[in-house]
């Protein structure tokens, strides 16, 4: 499973490829940093894709999930979070709202939502997997590289891995920048 040594701030700094989700993402469960290769499904309101997906292993990858952006129904919740912990998920970012915050907060799961809602999404099934999904002027595609923590979401560019990206100079340059009192007029 796969852990975030590396901030998204840096990686943007260091990798202008590098493309961060423009949404106000909240973040919940113990897992505050996670990345991994995607996985996506694109579903409205609805959760039976997700929970045959997270019931599956997940090899450390990390579900995208597009729901639209509504924040009428739940499309996670701490039941599912926790067979997401169990089945080896990275950690999951949704464009929607989930449920059960207090509890997944308490939970070795890294999740990224728009919101929280009580009412729990519906069953059908409706929905497609692994296909490329955008929303915040990022396109998810499967099998690429995401990197996410408090500071936000970022998508590595194809072929790319955190550790492929080299942030000394970049960090260098920010002590720089602070340490000389910012730039001159």
């Not at 492929?164 to 910012?182: K, P, R």
Request: contains cysteine; charged residues 25%; aromatic residues 4%.
């Amino acid at each position: 499973m796969s852990t975030v040594t590396l901030k998204t701030s840096d990686l943007c700094d260091a990798c202008d490829a590098a493309l961060p989700c423009a949404l106000p993402f909240r973040g919940w469960g113990r897992r505050r940093a996670f990345s991994g290769n995607i996985r996506t499904i694109r579903c409205h309101e609805d959760i039976g894709l997700m929970r045959e997906l997270v019931g599956q292993q997940g090899h450390g990858h990390v579900l995208v999930i597009d729901g639209g952006g509504s924040l009428q129904r739940a499309l996670f919740g701490d039941v599912m979070a926790a067979v997401a912990a169990r089945n080896g998920w990275a950690g999951l970012i949704i464009n929607g709202a989930i449920r059960d915050g207090g509890e997944i907060d308490e939970m070795d799961v890294g999740v990224k939502a728009l919101g929280t809602v009580p009412k729990r999404g519906e069953r059908s099934g409706a929905g497609e997997v692994d296909v490329p999904v955008t929303f915040g002027g990022v396109t998810f595609h499967p099998g690429r590289r995401v990197v996410a923590d408090d500071d936000g979401v970022i998508v590595l560019p194809e072929g790319i891995t955190e550790a492929d990206i080299e942030t000394a100079d970049a960090l260098a340059a920010t002590a720089a920048y602070a340490g000389n009192g910012g730039p001159t007029k």
